[in-house]
């Protein structure tokens, strides 16, 4: 009974604001188009879509009527029910203004949003992710690219230009884009703030937008309103969970994949994040790239420090290269990678970051048992079956053996 009324109102309130905002295959603002659209097509379009819309209109006052009345076997009846297994509502969240948990173990509930390279314009990114999901201009994500069989960390695209689903990068300076490579950003709920918030501040950026339209089409219209509506549902159960990963939002290009190929990439993110948290310096042995993409893949900003932050000591080596104290001496994160570099030679590029990474933490963290601990936490990066590759475990510890003799 609660979702007709929310549903009708986003379609009241979305008629001019995303109904109207153009899709990226018309020009918009740097967007070049690749069929242009007839007048007479755009006219005849717009005609269609507006009877569709009418139509709609009519459907959602008539559900909104039996859910008032409330007849017997009715939409209203069924809304009202609870399932036997539901999980308890969080106070307010039916409502659209659900709060975010003040839980000191999860200070911050985070989201993931996926998406994927579409078109290439000028060297610029076509993305499926736009200000439906929280984006505007001058935001990051993390670029990587699924080579090999492996995810590979590229670096950062700053968005340039914005419609409801999809954004526009500026052109990377150090790295090509390419079709079909994974764009990820974090946010934490505190940040998308209730479902009322979401869908006030996606209206009200795309009616900004709305002077740029030139073009109509009834079925990117339906996405858009498809996907703020989704995001407005998620928000109740990301606040329910009370968990540090609330969960995750998809592109239109990831969202009918069965397997999805990025979820694995998101636990070595977490990993990773897990261990700077610590102050381990994880992703400073991971490399560069992995220290760029990580900074916007970090949790936000609280009392001006971010959480995932490795705090440097006065005169330590500069930021991306710090040096590791243990109790027994110190070494630099670049001694690690070579290290691991001429042990691991015949491994693929990622598994020997990997192994950086958890040799790095093994030289603070020693372990009473580092052969199960090398498995627990291999089980948590993008190659899972390294858990029981015997022969991996023992190049990483024969690494280990040589860096604490230099120590």
Partial sequence: MVFLPLAF??????????????SP????????????IPES??????????????????GFFLLLILACVGLPGSVGSVARSEPRNAVKAVPGAERGTAEVPRDERFPFGLVYFAGTVERIVDGAAIVDLGAVHSLKPGDQIALFRLRDGQFV?????????VTATWIQSDVPRKFAVEIGDFGIFLKSVAELGTSTAIRDRTVS????MQGYRNGYSTLTNMARSEALIEMMRQQKNWVARNQLIAGSIRGESLQHVRRPREAVLLKQIDLFRELDRAGRPA???????????????????????????VQKAPGAAPAGEPDIESKKGRISVLDVRQAVERQLFSRRS??????????????LEESLNEPQWLRLKLA????????????????????????????
């Fill in 350 to 363: 990622e598994e020997r970051v990997v192994a950086s990474a958890l040799c790095a933490t093994l030289l």
């Fill in 153 to 161: 960390p590229l670096g950062t695209l700053e968005v340039a230009e």
């Fill in 25 to 36: 295959a018309v020009r918009v603002s740097g967007f070049v188009s690749v069929d242009p």
């Fill in 41 to 58: 097509t755009q006219s005849r379009s717009f005609r269609i879509g507006t009877g569709v819309l009418a139509a709609r209109r009519a």
């Fill in 205 to 208: 950026r795309l009616k900004v």
């Fill in 283 to 309: 992703t400073e042995a991971a490399g560069p790239e992995w220290v760029s993409v990580m900074a916007v893949l970090r949790e936000p900003v609280a009392a001006g420090v971010a959480a995932g932050a």
């Fill in 9 to 22: 109102r986003i379609e009241l309130e979305m008629t001019d604001a995303i109904l109207c905002t153009p």
């Fill in 380 to 407: 948590q990066t993008q190659f899972p079956q390294l858990s029981d590759d015997d022969q991996y475990i023992a190049e990483i510890a024969e690494v280990l053996r040589k860096l604490r003799e230099r120590l």
